[in-house]
């Protein structure tokens, strides 16, 4: 049994089910049996066994890793915010005014 820290996927119990089929094609057999054990006594997702075993499967078979690196930049974290807003006297809206009327929402107001 794998601790998580001896994982090849970083952060490998955040990654949506999506993401983890497309990374252990990065893994060769051995990673991916480390992988799949942690799988099994932790989580034991269905699809996610399943998706393992198949690509454990087809690594034994002759199958090679996809090229790709495990640990490479995921696309699933929103990058970090640029800084400063752009909001402005220039982008902000009209101000807004109450109807001439009253305003319907204040009760001190005749409509």
């Known amino acids: 049994m794998s601790e998580r820290t001896d994982l090849p996927l970083p952060d490998y ?8 089929t497309s990374r252990i094609r990065t893994l060769d057999a051995d990673g991916l049996q480390t992988v799949l054990s942690y799988e099994k006594s932790h989580a034991n997702r269905i699809q996610v066994v ?9 690594l034994r078979s002759g199958a090679q890793p996809s090229g790709g690196d495990p640990a490479a930049a995921q696309p699933e974290h ?3 915010a640029a800084g400063g807003s ?4 220039a982008t902000s ?5 109450p109807p001439s009327h009253g305003d319907p929402t204040n009760p001190a107001q005749p409509r």
């Open 13 to 20: 119990d955040h990654l949506p089910v999506g993401s983890l």
């Open 50 to 58: 399943q998706a393992m075993s198949h690509r454990l499967g087809e």
């Open 78 to 80: 929103a990058p970090a």
């Open 86 to 89: 752009e909001v402005s006297e």
């Open 93 to 97: 809206g009209p101000p807004i005014n």
